[in-house]
């Protein structure tokens, strides 16, 4: 069975880092694209970075330069790093897994979601 | 950066009916746009993807149709348990775009 189990979410200062994780089961993540998504509160969703099995990466013009993401294919586990963390930052972020390739490659998984809060 | 807007950004329908959401890419995406559901306080769910093929265990009452720049998700006999927000999204190419989403609510 396919699961993805986030974590690292909480309350930082605006200005300060988080780390989330991503820890995959029933699947290999670096065979994969792996994503983060993330919804404010009350808005909708907005797509923030990608990772592509064969390493690419890409990120939302919102967070480009602030976030990393990045893989550990011994630990099956993505991650999102979050620096410079600021207000409009204040979201559910949600790891999400396409695993089919080509014009089918949608996200069919999804975790879970974490909470990360910047407020002061 | 290609841009993707759903119509109408609400809707209210009877039980039964024919309940059609569009969503148009700036540009052109092939068949690269899926639709996905999420209920209030869920995890979004994938619906179709491809444009126009139905994720396992998805009703068939849901529906999706288009290529290049106009798609449609046509829900054919609205149910209860369809109240949601509705989103496509492209992935042809980062950024892998979200539309603003459609809510959907019962008359």
């Known amino acids: 069975e396919v699961q993805l189990v986030e974590s690292g979410g909480g309350l930082v200062q605006p200005g300060g880092s988080l780390r989330l994780s991503c820890a995959a089961s029933?699947?290999?993540?670096?065979?994969?694209?792996m994503s983060w998504v993330r919804q404010a509160p009350g808005k909708g969703l907005e797509w923030v970075s990608v990772i592509y099995s064969g390493g690419s990466t890409y990120y939302a013009d919102s967070v480009k330069d602030r976030f990393t993401i990045s893989r550990d294919n011994s630990k099956n586990t993505v991650y999102l790093q979050m620096n410079s963390l600021r207000a409009e930052d204040t979201a559910v972020y949600y790891c999400?897994?396409?695993?089919?390739?080509?014009?089918?490659?949608?996200?069919?998984?999804w975790g879970q979601g974490t909470l990360v809060t910047v407020s002061s | 950066d290609i841009q993707m807007t759903q119509s109408p950004s609400s809707l209210s329908a009877s039980v039964g009916d024919r309940v059609t959401i569009t969503c148009r890419a700036s540009q052109g995406i092939s068949n690269y746009l899926a639709w996905y559901q999420q209920k209030p306080g869920k995890v979004p769910k994938l619906l179709i993807y491809?444009?126009?093929t139905l994720q396992s265990g998805v009703p068939s009452r849901f529906s999706g149709s288009g290529s290049g720049t106009d798609f449609t998700l046509t829900i054919s006999s609205l149910q209860p348990e369809d109240v949601a927000i509705y989103y496509c999204?492209?992935?042809?190419?980062?950024?892998?775009?979200f539309g603003q989403g459609t809510k959907v609510e019962i008359k």
């Open positions: 029933g699947f290999t993540v670096s065979s994969n694209y």
């Open positions: 491809a444009a126009s």
């Open positions: 999204q492209k992935y042809n190419s980062a950024p892998w775009t």
């Open positions: 999400a897994s396409a695993t089919r390739g080509g014009s089918s490659r949608a996200f069919d998984y």
